[in-house]
């Protein structure tokens, strides 16, 4: 039994916050994060732009975007955020809902900018054991919520968004392997230190530091060497080689990890596919949303070699190989 993609769709909030009107609020410029990170635009989320806001309309993107399925209804539906609506309950059965997806299994995974591909390698794992028989994965985060913005180091690098693909079990096969990893010893490289049981079990009880922090530099040499041996693995757990990849899509949180990746596989630059410019570092919805963009403009095509790998906060990191389905997918970002 094999695992096909037959959907694919991002959102965006409607606010577009240039580098030049960061540094207009911001002591930084468009100068310094433009060639620091590469990006160049992001969306930042209104009040009612909520995480599952963001996954309802991505999810719809989705499943707009289907030209070929039999009848099964989405059975499973698996949100990956670190920033949920509410900290209970999870926000995947409230976007099961808001989809009409019924009353369906729904839960959320965390694991912070890798996890669409933990919930991907889950899902993959759901419907290869025949528990599920059509499912819908998004990646989304308002990391806006959880920065200071007075924070020049962490700001501007961030974007909100989702993204949702939805896979059916299928004679064809287009997961060729899944590989993640974690570790938990590098908790504090990528954090929000406070607002959990930790401080709420302190004699204090003081949420004093409830800010998303980053230790960029460790976190940008750590981010390559696991992507780097992500991307390894899951080539030898597919069976394929380097050679063999037509594109990598690799967590967009800067531009020169995503060169050096490429540089470590000889893959020219144009293989290394990208979306950072437009929409920063979406954390759970990068993946997707790159796939979307480069899907909806042609970059990617039927039967195309594809490897996605990320890195984020746990630490965790993980790959996947894909094989670009031969049915034509109308994804967009809406
Ligand atoms: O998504 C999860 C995974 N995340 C990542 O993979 C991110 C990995 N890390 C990075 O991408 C980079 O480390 C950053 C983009 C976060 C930072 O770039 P960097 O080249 O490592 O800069 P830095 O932190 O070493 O800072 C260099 C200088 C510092 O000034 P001094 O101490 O040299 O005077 C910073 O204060 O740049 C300064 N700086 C800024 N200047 C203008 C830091 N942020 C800014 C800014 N504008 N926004």
Redesign the pocket.
Known sequence: MGVKIIGLGASVPLKLVTNEELSRVL???DE??TT??GIKRRHHSSSSETTSYLSYKAGVAALRSVTHSDDSDVDTLIVATSTPDRRCPATAPKVAAMLRLGKIRALDINAV?TGFIYALELADALIRSGKSKKLMLIGADVFTTILNKQD??TY??FGDAAGAMILTNSDDDNILSTYTGSDGEYENL?TIPDGGTESALRPDGVNADVFFR?E??E??LK?IAHMKESVSEALNLSGLSKENVDYIVP?Q??KR?IDTISQLFELNKDQALMSLEEYG?T?AASIPITLVRHVKVGTIKPGNKIVVTA??GGITWGAAVLRWPDEKINANVI
Do not use: E, Q, Y
């Open positions: 002591d930084t410029s310094w994060i620091r990170t900018c020049r180091t501007p690098l990528i980053m960029g530099k976190v940008f981010a967590h949180a800067n990890i570092n954390s890195f984020g």
